[in-house]
């Protein structure tokens, strides 16, 4: 470990912190504890203001001299332990990896240090949100959940990544995109269209609808992962592109745009360089179907758990709009969600041709 | 249609019926004659005031063709020798081959026999399935000789018949030997032969049994407790347990000339006093003379008895097996760590006295542990981890000393075990299910009368009084359970604590000094680590919440608590014979175990179905140490 006199990075400098503070701790007979700060709806509120999704003061404390956190504690270790090793050798790895990496069963007995990757995961997690560190700086990554196409030049590794030359499927967006790593150096797009489901992004990218409205087509397939959500913020940040979010008509697809506009209640740390408050909700509405004549068949019975989740989104501070209460009200009333591949049910270029071409004229959108 | 009305006699009724005593399938009806004999020779040996010194041999006849291994055959020959008093010459056909003949039925004593049905029932399963007539040698004393007998039974007249009588040179000095030829199917597990015999010894450890199984083995199950259980007495019948009918039988057979004399007579708790008393308020005069009392006075008499006071019945008449014995049977047949025993005092259900009597053994041994300790060293796989099996617990019922196999589900002793909310004493149990874990439950009725739901006594009936009595005894079980259970947990706790910071503080230094580049004095962070462990933990302290200094079983009687440092409570010990008993010369393999040490009969207890268990707990220590 000890090579050449290099020095080392600031996230370095944090990890080893943790070290000390164990050492700091024991010089002077206390416990050991880590401040972590809690990571739950109770921690967080909405700043009306920045429009964004704010972690809260409440710290929990993990400390090693107690039989419920010893365990915790020492996987706490261990994982920042693996984390270093990683800076040291400048590689980057996913979250399984690390699971692996911290395995082993400690001496003399039959207890492994981990048991399933669960245990790993929210561990990281606390580091980042403890040491202030974002999880690329950790050099940790997701798999590439996303994909772009679109009037987009990006320099990836060296590569110079044309985003309108690469046909149907475009460029798959790496769950990195700090500037570090990914430059944006052309872009002539007017507004960026992040999709939900990458069905319907095949369909608008198959159609060339970005390139006959302009656009950057992004998907994250679901819940978009952060390499998507930064990008979508770089974009709208640097180049000043409106966002605008293409979700099915249900409750995770309402909670998926408020994620991208405000941030999420379990990452709300990450809020800052994430969230994009701008970002409006294009569709699917619930006034949709009706406006653009989609029969009632062609909808879906909102289930028990829809219903309790609506509810729930009803309860946010974010959602307390009224153009948003009355949104939701809605599609309870109706007790019917759609998806938006439901819109093939008029015609398959449906979306490209009508929908959102006529979306975007009107203005019709939720802020 | 009148010329074909006739009688049926019993014989011919249990012949078609025989589903009701018990013989519905070849592999019930094994166990039901082995039952039946054992059973009587267990209660003759007694009530002669003779230690129970019993040999059961179960062998395959070949009839004829190759000899089938024991799993495959279809017939086999019981043989039952005991050393009780024997049975003279000319009862000796009646009792093994007439139906309804016997000593039990008319008198209130607990017996393990009821009707005089079992045996002779056996015996003409035996006829009707092999033909073979029952084979009985007598002997009633060294001074006398032995009788042989081969007798059958007349289905039809449902009387003996004798097909051989003669005197023979016998072996034994007293003693009554029954060889039956049945059809039947052996079959090791659940409701087997070897079951029976096992929680015979359990509920009867003043018996010496020998079993020699048809496959050859010997099992030799010594005399763990050298002391007969009380003689029970005879009693009269309450006048709370009888009915109507029997009112007006009693008062046709009696020999006392005055009601008032005839209720202080025949009955048990009347006193003359009191027969005056229920004559006056019955409206009779108590000169009357009882064959007088007919129609509406009866009932009168009747209602009046049953709304009179009268005190519960004596229950000396009951004999049960007490906390110090079935702790005892318990100790040394089933492996556990721990083990109690509880006696209810007698009650009454329809004016006939019981006690219920409860034992509990849980857990696997100290054996057990430590082999799944060693078990544990290979590293586990994501997955792999602890795979709780959740074993439900065992119940064993008895009456009168007699385990019963079959009907759990219908009996009061089950429905008593599932009512019970294990939960609260620390076991699991899931709705309408027996509690889980590594757990025998014992559960015994001794009554003059036990109320069986059908003639092949296999289930009590629900009565709330027995019902009763068998949760709060069970409920004491638990609660000894409970806190023997929080106990342990305590010091597991404390264990567990002091061993995971001992593990950690190692990954932690570690990790801490690859954190640091390897430039850390590990040694010092480890030691301060190691302190502050120690004080928090209590040091030796734990150790004293742990046990380890040898305490008893505070506060829980009649239990026994075997760790792997020894054993705690008073633990029966395990002599060679008492003097006096007929010392049988056959040197099995389980001999020489009774000589110094006590054996268990470890690998041949139920324990074999179940699964090993992960016990989250100490490393193996000493070797075990017993306070025999």
């Known amino acids: 470990m000890a090579q050449k006199a290099r020095k080392p990075s600031a996230v370095e400098k944090k990890l080893v912190s943790v070290a000390d503070v164990v050492i700091a701790a024991a010089q002077r007979r206390k416990d050991p504890t880590l401040a972590i700060p809690v990571r739950a709806l109770s921690n967080v509120t909405f700043n009306a203001r920045n429009g964004l999704i704010e972690l809260g003061k409440r710290k929990q404390a993990r400390s090693f001299f107690n039989v419920g956190m010893a365990k915790k504690f020492m996987q706490t270790v261990l994982v920042a332990d693996a984390l270093c090793e990683l800076q040291r050798a400048n590689l980057t790895t996913s979250l399984r990896e690390i699971y692996y990496r911290t395995k082993h069963t400690i001496k003399n007995s039959h207890e492994n240090t981990l048991d399933t990757q669960d245990e790993s995961d929210p561990l990281i997690e606390d580091l980042e949100v403890t040491l202030a560190a974002l999880r690329e700086e950790l050099h940790v990554r997701a798999e590439n959940a996303g994909s772009v196409v679109g009037p987009l030049v990006l320099v990836d590794d060296g590569d110079r990544v044309d985003c309108a030359r690469l046909g149907k499927g475009g460029y798959s967006v790496p769950s990195i995109v700090e500037p570090e790593y990914l430059q944006i150096t052309r872009c002539t797009a007017d507004f960026v269209l992040l999709v939900e489901k990458g069905t319907q992004w095949n369909r608008l990218s198959e159609d060339k609808f970005w390139r006959s409205h302009n656009c950057i087509l992004l998907t994250g397939n679901g819940q978009p992962p952060r390499g998507v959500r930064r990008l979508a913020r770089r974009l709208h940040e640097e180049r000043q592109l409106p966002v605008y979010v293409l979700v099915d008509n249900d409750p995770w697809g309402y909670y998926i745009y408020s994620v991208i506009k405000q941030g999420s209640i379990n990452l709300a740390f990450e809020s800052q360089r994430m969230a994009i408050p701008k970002a409006k909700f294009i569709g699917l509405s619930s006034g949709d179907p009706e406006s653009h004549g989609l029969p009632r068949n062609v909808g879906i019975k909102l289930n028990d758990k829809d219903i309790a989740r609506a509810r729930e989104l009803l309860g946010y501070t974010w959602f307390q709009k009224k153009s948003w209460q009355e949104e939701i009200k809605r599609m309870l009333s109706s007790g019917l969600k759609y998806e938006l591949d439901a819109l093939a049910n008029k015609d398959f270029q449906y979306l490209t041709k009508k929908y959102l071409p006529r979306k975007l004229k009107e203005k019709d959108w939720l802020d | ?628």
């Open chain 2, 1 to 628: 249609m009148g010329a074909r009305q006739r009688e049926i006699s019993v014989s011919e009724f249990f012949t078609k019926n025989r589903h009701l005593l018990g013989f519905d399938n070849p592999r019930k009806a094994l166990l039901t004659c082995v039952k039946e004999a054992v059973d009587n020779a267990l209660d003759a040996c007694e009530e002669a005031g003779i230690l129970p010194d019993v040999l059961v041999k179960v062998e395959v006849v070949a009839n004829g063709e190759a000899p089938l291994p024991p799993s495959q055959a279809s017939r086999f020959r019981i043989t039952v020798t005991d050393n009780g008093p024997g049975i003279i010459r000319q009862q000796i056909p009646p009792i093994f081959a007439k139906l309804l003949y016997g000593s039990k039925f008319h008198r209130l004593r607990m017996s393990r026999g009821q009707q005089g049905i079992g045996i002779s029932a056996a015996g003409m399963y035996g006829q009707l399935t092999t033909g073979k007539p029952v084979q009985i040698t007598s002997r009633t004393s060294a001074r006398t000789p032995a009788h042989y007998f081969e007798v059958q039974i007349d289905t039809k007249k449902n009387e003996p018949l004798i097909l051989e009588k003669k005197q023979i040179a016998w072996e034994f000095p007293r003693g009554t030997q029954v060889t039956m030829e049945v059809e039947g199917r052996y079959q090791k597990g659940r409701a087997s032969v070897d079951e029976y015999i096992e929680e015979t010894i359990i509920a009867n450890p003043h018996v010496k049994l020998t079993y020699l199984t048809p496959e050859g083995e010997t099992k030799e199950h010594p005399r763990t407790y050298h002391e007969l259980p009380p003689a029970p007495r005879e009693i009269k019948p309450h006048p709370y347990g009888i009915e109507l009918g029997m009112l007006l039988k009693m008062l046709q057979d009696t020999k006392s000339h005055s009601v008032s004399g005839f209720l202080a007579a025949d009955f048990s708790r009347v006193s003359p006093r009191l027969a005056e008393d229920i004559c006056k308020a019955a409206g009779l005069s108590p000169r009357a003379r009882p064959r007088d009392v007919h129609g509406q006075a009866s009932e009168t008499l009747y209602k009046t008895i049953q709304s009179t006071k009268i005190m519960a019945p004596p229950t000396n008449c009951l004999s049960p097996i007490g906390e110090k014995a079935l702790l005892s049977g318990l100790y040394q047949q089933i492996k556990g760590d721990f083990y109690t025993a509880v006696s209810r005092p007698p009650a009454v259900y329809r004016g006939n006295p019981f006690v219920i009597e409860a034992g509990l053994a849980f857990g696997r041994g100290p054996e057990q542990a430590q082999e799944s300790q060693e078990k544990k060293s290979i590293p586990l796989a994501e997955g792999e981890a602890e795979q709780n099996d959740h074993e439900l617990a065992r119940v064993i019922r008895y009456a009168n000393r007699v385990p019963l196999l079959y009907q759990q589900a219908a009996c009061a002793i089950y429905k008593g075990v599932l009512d019970t909310t294990w939960r609260n004493y620390g076991v699991s149990q899931s709705r309408g299910a027996l509690p889980a874990g590594p757990m025998v439950i014992f559960v015994h009725m001794a009554s003059v009368w036990v109320p069986f739901t059908s003639e092949s006594k296999e289930a009590i009936a629900d009565y709330d009084e027995i019902r009763k009595e068998i949760t709060l005894a069970l409920r004491e079980c638990g609660r000894r359970l409970g806190a023997f259970l929080r106990r342990r947990e305590r010091a597991a706790g404390e264990d567990r604590r002091r061993n995971i910071f001992e593990l950690y503080i190692e990954e932690v230094v570690e990790s801490c000094n690859r954190l640091k580049g390897g430039r850390l004095p590990t040694a010092k962070l480890k030691e301060q680590l190691q302190k502050m462990a120690m004080r928090r933990t209590g040091g030796e302290k734990t150790d004293e919440i742990l046990g380890k200094n040898g305490s008893g079983p505070e506060g829980l009687p009649h239990s026994i608590i075997v760790t792997p440092e020894g054993v705690e409570g008073e633990v029966p010990a395990l002599n060679g014979d008492a003097p006096g008993e007929a010392v049988p010369s056959n040197g099995g393999p389980e001999e020489e175990g009774k000589a110094g040490k006590p054996s268990r009969r470890t690998g041949k207890t139920s324990r074999r179905r179940r699964g090993k268990r992960e016990t989250a707990g100490k490393p193996p220590r000493r070797a075990v140490r017993r306070k025999a």
